[in-house]
């Protein structure tokens, strides 16, 4: 009788099976090391053994009751020498003087649309407070309706805002064809008129 073989996913079943069966579990924490801190890396994992991701996060997390240590930016002295330059020259050169005043700043953010079907009063608590359970409404829904919006900001006021359209892929091209002209020979130009050549634009 052939046996049932996992899915070509890069391990093999005798691993699968030793994994559910608490024996890979211990070699797995035997290679993250001493128990405390209780901190591992799971691409040093992975690449040891190939297994799936979630697998291994779900036995670091559920069964072996650890963290997961990530990966942080950290600055060396020639980032952070070279973000004083750049920074002094972007206060002598765009916003000294009163030069702030011709800078257009552009930002966008996402508005999510939650409904409850009906009006929704929202209650504050501190950590460790109980809340009444006649206050808590559960209620089953699909994930929340969001969309893009996109705001700017002059010296001579604001820009109206623009709703990216739904069910629209946004890079670059859509970006520039679609948000940033219209921003630029359309909204600046009634603000700035024939100093439009002036100001500057920047994105956050």
């Known amino acids: 009788m052939p046996h049932n073989r996992p899915p070509n996913v890069g391990y093999s079943q005798t691993y ?3 994994v559910l069966n608490n024996v890979g579990i211990k070699r797995i924490a035997t290679s993250t090391g001493a128990p405390h801190p209780p901190i591992w890396k799971p ?3 992975r690449t040891k053994r190939l297994i799936q991701k979630s697998m291994i996060r779900r036995i ?3 069964d072996l009751k650890r963290l997961t240590r990530r990966k942080h ?3 060396k002295p ?7 330059t750049t920074s002094r020259k972007l206060y002598e050169k765009y916003l000294s003087h009163r030069k702030f005043e011709n800078m257009v700043i552009l930002d966008e953010d996402w508005f999510y649309l939650t409904n409850c079907n009906r009006k929704r009063r929202i209650c504050c608590s501190q950590k460790g407070e109980t809340v009444p359970s006649i206050w808590v409404v559960e209620k089953h829904e699909s994930y929340d309706s ?3 919006v996109v705001g700017g900001m002059t010296g001579e006021g604001v ?3 623009h709703r990216v359209l739904a069910n629209v892929k946004i890079n670059s091209t859509y970006y520039i064809d679609k948000v940033f002209k219209p921003r630029l020979e359309v909204q600046v130009t009634k603000l700035y008129g024939e100093e439009i050549s002036k100001w500057w634009y920047i994105t956050i």
């Open 73 to 75: 930016h950290v600055l």
């Open 60 to 62: 670091i997390h559920l």
């Open 146 to 148: 969001k969309f893009m």
């Open 78 to 84: 020639s980032h952070i020498e070279n973000r004083k």
């Open 159 to 161: 820009l109206p805002l």
């Open 43 to 45: 691409r040093s994992a």
């Open 16 to 18: 699968v099976h030793n």
